[in-house]
């Protein structure tokens, strides 16, 4: 298999004179982006264009495809017990519909594997952004499961049975601010290629080190 790992496009522009390199990072135009701010856009469709990009490209030559991570940082709030995190949920649903589309056009994608179960340290992060679907104190050691938790529980549950669950409230994307944000309607349909369920879907799991939640 091939394994990749997604989390956003990069945008780039000529580099000025003298720079060490040959480009330089950009903003990624009428993008919203993540906890990690600017450097991070949410762009599904790239997912769908890069898979596709690569079934064009090595045609049966292309081994299936591991989606081995994805998923984003965003600044969660435990709340009287709860955390809500609509904006995690609106980025999971979009790229598994990227990958809906991806297979739709025929590229052999097997499975997909949310970043991550639990918050975690995060390289030179550190503990400073949260991945996590299980929201987790760092001074208690206590965890405590997301709605985005809940939202692919359920996801994974019913589209074992060819039936999605009904669609979830979208919120307005983060764009590196650490307010709340309330909810703002619904868009969520299901997957490509079903008017009641995926037709084709990949396996779906949740990674950390200690974790998972694949479908066999």
């Known amino acids: 298999f091939y ?36 450097e991070w856009p949410i762009v599904p469709e790239a997912l769908t264009e890069l898979l596709v990009g690569m079934k064009q490209q090595f045609g049966e030559a292309l081994p299936p495809i591991i989606i081995s991570e994805n998923g984003a940082a965003f600044p969660d709030d435990l709340l009287d017990g709860e955390v809500d995190d609509p904006d995690r949920i609106d980025y999971l649903d979009g790229h598994i519909r990227a990958v809906g589309d991806a297979i739709e056009a025929g590229v052999p994608v097997e499975e997909y594997t949310a970043w991550s179960l639990t918050d ?13 679907l299980v929201y987790v104190d760092y ?20 589209a074992r049975t060819g039936a999605l669950p009904p ?14 944000r309330a909810a703002a309607g619904s868009r969520r349909s299901p997957l490509p290629g079903s008017s009641s369920g995926p037709r084709s879907s ?3 799991s949740c990674c950390c080190p200690c974790s998972s939640m694949g479908s066999s």
Do not use: D, H, K, M
């Open 3 to 38: 394994g990749v790992n997604f989390y956003n496009p990069t945008t780039v522009t000529a580099a000025p004179e003298g720079s060490p390199i040959p480009f330089e990072r950009v903003p990624t135009p009428g993008a919203p982006v993540t906890g990690f701010g600017e």
């Open 139 to 158: 001074e208690t050691g206590e965890r405590t499961a997301e709605s985005s938790y809940r939202w692919y529980r359920a996801l994974i549950a019913e």
């Open 120 to 132: 975690n340290f995060e390289w030179s992060e550190g503990f400073g952004q949260r991945f996590g």
């Open 202 to 204: 990949p396996r779906s």
């Open 167 to 180: 669609a979830a409230p979208q919120a307005p994307r983060c764009q590196g601010r650490p307010e709340r």
